[in-house]
């Protein structure tokens, strides 16, 4: 059994088990109401960062669209940030495989 004969039963620790109910939850809304003084700061709302299309297609590991979407930018540090990556994974022989004469014209054009 394990149980001390008489002794108080230790709370768990972790979660307590506190519910949000409605006299707690008004604890939290206070000040909702009040009005920004001369001297206090606004913090605008933050926009979500959007991910460029190349890292759209990194992060779905199609790794030919990347360097396609890479090479389109124009941009000569993205192109290289993006092979980089793609040697990272160990992927620039699948990106660069299966490309027809344009695009890899424009990769060895930028190399």
């Known amino acids: 059994n394990g149980s001390k004969a008489g002794g108080k039963k230790k709370p768990k620790k972790g979660n307590r088990g506190i ?26 709302a933050r926009r979500r960062a959007r991910l460029a299309p190349y890292d759209k297609h990194l992060r779905r590991f199609r790794h030919g669209e990347a360097l396609d979407a890479a090479l389109a930018t124009g941009r000569p540090e993205v192109v290289a940030a993006v092979l980089e990556e793609l040697a990272a994974r160990g992927a620039v022989e699948s990106a660069v495989a299966g490309k027809d004469e ?10």
């Open 19 to 44: 519910r949000l109910t409605a006299a707690n939850f008004r604890y939290f809304l206070r000040g909702r109401q009040a009005k920004a003084g001369a001297a206090d700061y606004k913090v605008l």
């Open 102 to 111: 344009v695009a890899a014209g424009e990769l060895l054009a930028f190399l």
